[in-house]
């Protein structure tokens, strides 16, 4: 028996899914996540679409959720109940946390090489109004959950960047190391400006947490290697050059010498 779905079902089935996804008080049960995840990952797996072009069906059901959902907590939420359990659901998910985040539908059918820029996403860092912190400090009214989304939402968007570029032929390992950095560099610039006061201000402390966890993920795991450590005497050992021998020449007794030996 065929219990193949009809284009149009497969599509309304799946806004059906990704709407139940960012039902919290559903997903808070474990049963339903669970169930909830596998059959999102059934639905759009591309080898159970049947006489339609899979990437033209997700293209339009992803259209249909970023002209809709203007909440950036509800969009976090549906990049998060696509897992990346394979390179299609990975680039889904990456492509709707990219057009969440630069606010333009673009990145939905954008080459791979144009969607993983991770230097766009450093200058969405530096110039967004969502990432000037500075601005929301001391505003009651502001909602720091805001902020917390937005970082899942780039959590998303750079893991695959990391994933793909780490394998793109036009790239060295420097410069991907460095695109990396400016990220981390940005990341940085803005938790650190968040001033917490107290506990009185959980999710400005949860949104400055978030921020700073993304900015050492980036850093110690998405990284091709660990940033160089930076020392006192850097030039030094970056010459391969022994720091007590550099320095043997202010241990020679003279006039005035102390006779405290230089160790």
Same mark, same amino acid.
């Given at each position: 028996? $065929?219990?193949? &779905?009809?284009?149009?079902?497969?599509? =309304? #089935?799946?806004?059906?899914?990704?709407? +139940? /996804?960012?039902?919290?008080?559903?997903?808070?049960?474990?049963?339903?996540?669970?169930?909830?995840?596998?059959?999102?990952?059934?639905?759009?797996?591309?080898?159970?679409?049947?006489?339609?072009?899979?990437?033209?069906?997700?293209?339009?059901?992803?259209?249909?959720?970023?002209?809709?959902?203007? $909440?950036?907590? &509800?969009?976090?939420?549906?990049?998060? =109940? #696509?897992?990346?359990?394979?390179?299609? +659901? /990975?680039?889904?998910?990456?492509?709707?946390?990219?057009?969440?985040?630069?606010?333009?539908?673009?990145?939905?059918?954008?080459?791979?090489?144009?969607?993983?820029?991770?230097?766009?996403?450093?200058?969405?860092?530096?110039?967004?109004?969502?990432?000037?912190?500075?601005?929301?400090?001391?505003?009651?009214?502001?909602?720091?959950?805001?902020?917390?989304?937005?970082?899942?939402?780039?959590?998303?968007?750079?893991?695959?960047?990391?994933?793909?570029?780490?394998?793109?032929?036009?790239?060295?390992?420097?410069?991907?190391?460095?695109?990396?950095?400016?990220?981390?560099?940005?990341?940085?610039?803005?938790?650190?400006?968040?001033?917490?006061?107290?506990?009185?201000?959980?999710?400005?402390?949860?949104?400055?947490?978030?921020?700073?966890?993304?900015?050492?993920?980036?850093?110690?795991?998405?990284?091709?290697?660990?940033?160089?450590?930076?020392?006192?005497?850097?030039?030094?050992?970056?010459?391969?050059?022994?720091?007590?021998?550099?320095?043997?020449?202010?241990?020679?007794?003279?006039?005035?010498?102390?006779?405290?030996?230089?160790?």
């Amino acid at each position: 028996m $065929d219990y193949s &779905l009809a284009d149009d079902t497969r599509e =309304h #089935i799946i806004l059906l899914l990704l709407r +139940l /996804a960012v039902d919290s008080s559903l997903t808070a049960d474990p049963t339903i996540f669970s169930e909830l995840q596998w059959a999102i990952e059934s639905v759009l797996d591309p080898s159970s679409f049947e006489g339609t072009d899979p990437k033209k069906a997700v293209h339009r059901v992803c259209s249909t959720f970023y002209n809709t959902v203007d $909440d950036v907590c &509800l969009q976090s939420r549906i990049g998060g =109940h #696509i897992m990346p359990s394979s390179p299609w +659901l /990975a680039d889904i998910r990456c492509r709707l946390a990219v057009s969440f985040l630069l606010e333009d539908p673009s990145p939905l059918h954008e080459p791979p090489q144009t969607l993983l820029d991770l230097n766009r996403i450093t200058e969405l860092l530096a110039r967004d109004r969502r990432f000037q912190v500075k601005r929301f400090q001391g505003k009651a009214d502001y909602d720091w959950r805001e902020l917390i989304a937005l970082t899942a939402l780039l959590s998303i968007a750079i893991d695959v960047s990391a994933l793909e570029l780490n394998y793109r032929g036009d790239r060295t390992e420097d410069d991907f190391n460095a695109d990396i950095d400016k990220v981390a560099s940005q990341l940085k610039t803005i938790y650190c400006s968040i001033q917490v006061s107290g506990a009185s201000h959980m999710t400005l402390t949860l949104a400055k947490g978030d921020l700073e966890a993304l900015h050492y993920r980036i850093l110690y795991s998405i990284r091709s290697k660990p940033p160089p450590k930076k020392t006192l005497f850097e030039s030094h050992v970056n010459d391969n050059r022994d720091i007590r021998s550099m320095l043997s020449k202010y241990s020679t007794r003279g006039d005035g010498d102390t006779g405290i030996p230089l160790r």
